[in-house]
T-cell receptor, first 114, second 111 residues
Framework: NAGVTQTPKFRVLKTGQSMTLLCAQD?????MYWYRQDPGMGLRLIHY???????AKGEVPDGYNVSRLKKQNFLLGLESAAPSQTSVYFC?????????????FGNGTRLTVT | GQSLEQPSEVTAVEGAIVQINCTYQ??????LSWYQQHDGGAPTFLSY????GLEETGRFSSFLSRSDSYGYLLLQELQMKDSASYFC????????????FGTGTRLQVFP
C-alpha cells in the first residue's frame, strides 16, 4: 500500500497563477484533510472532507478551494496564488471507525510563490 | 480562541529522558494526540490520550490531565534518531475532523 500520495512534490508559481495539488489515499479512509505548515506556526487546517462529495472549511480557508469527487482523492486548488501562500502543504486521511483515528500524512508539497 | 503551548526547543543527550509539555486552551476538548516529524518528512502519529493518566508505547509515554488542561510526552532511553519535532494536537470531537496542532517542539539529541 502506498498510503497517502501527494503530487507534485515541489512547485514554483508566480503571483496570480493557479494550480491544483493532488492527494490520493488507498486506505479507504472516509476523512481527508489539507494542512499548511509554516515555520513556527505548526500545522493549520485549510479544508477537510468527511466523505465523498462533502467539504468543509478549516482554520485558514481563504484563497483555497477543494473538491472530493471520489473517496480516494482530495484536491486543493489555488485560483490566484499569492506570496503568503508559500508554504509546505500536507494532505492527510483518517478512518471514522474508532475514536480519534490517527491521521496518515503524505510527504508534502513544497510551494513557493514569487 | 484556541491555543496550544509547547516549548520551542529541547536538547538532551543519548540515553537520557526528556519530557515535552503541552498546555491547551480550546473551545471543546475530547483528547490529546502527539505526532513526530523529522526534518523534511511527514508527521507520524505517536500516541493518543482520551482519558486522564499515562499511556505507554515502548520508549514513549504520554500523559493527560483534563483538569489542568495539560499533557506531556515522555521519551526514555533517547536515541539520535529521536531528534525531530514533536507536536501535540487537540481533538475537539470524537473524530479527527476538528484536530488543532500546537506549534511544535524541536528535540535535539546529542551523543
Amino acid at each position: 500500500n502506498a498510503g497517502v500520495t501527494q503530487t507534485p512534490k515541489f512547485r514554483v508559481l508566480k503571483t496570480g497563477q493557479s494550480m491544483t495539488l493532488l492527494c490520493a489515499q488507498d486506505m479507504n479512509h472516509e476523512y481527508m484533510y489539507w494542512y499548511r505548515q509554516d515555520p513556527g506556526m505548526g500545522l493549520r487546517l485549510i479544508h477537510y472532507s468527511v466523505g465523498e462529495g462533502t467539504t468543509a472549511k478549516g482554520e485558514v480557508p481563504d484563497g483555497y478551494n477543494v473538491s472530493r469527487l471520489k473517496k480516494q482523492n482530495f484536491l486543493l486548488g489555488l485560483e490566484s496564488a499569492a506570496p503568503s501562500q508559500t508554504s509546505v502543504y500536507f494532505c492527510a486521511s483518517s478512518s471514522r471507525d474508532r475514536e480519534n483515528s490517527p491521521l496518515h500524512f503524505g510527504n508534502g508539497t513544497r510551494l513557493t510563490v514569487t | 480562541g484556541q491555543s496550544l503551548e509547547q516549548p520551542s526547543e529541547v536538547t538532551a543527550v543519548e540515553g537520557a529522558i526528556v519530557q515535552i509539555n503541552c498546555t491547551y486552551q480550546t473551545s471543546g476538548f475530547y483528547g490529546l494526540s502527539w505526532y513526530q516529524q523529522h526534518d523534511g518528512g511527514a508527521p507520524t502519529f505517536l500516541s493518543y490520550n482520551g482519558l486522564d493518566g499515562l499511556e505507554e508505547t515502548g520508549r514513549f509515554s504520554s500523559f493527560l490531565s483534563r483538569s489542568d488542561s495539560y499533557g506531556y510526552l515522555l521519551l526514555q532511553e533517547l536515541q539520535m534518531k529521536d531528534s525531530a519535532s514533536y507536536f501535540c494536537a487537540v481533538s475537539r470531537a470524537r473524530n479527527t475532523d476538528k484536530l488543532i496542532f500546537g506549534t511544535g517542539t524541536r528535540l535535539q539529541v546529542f551523543p
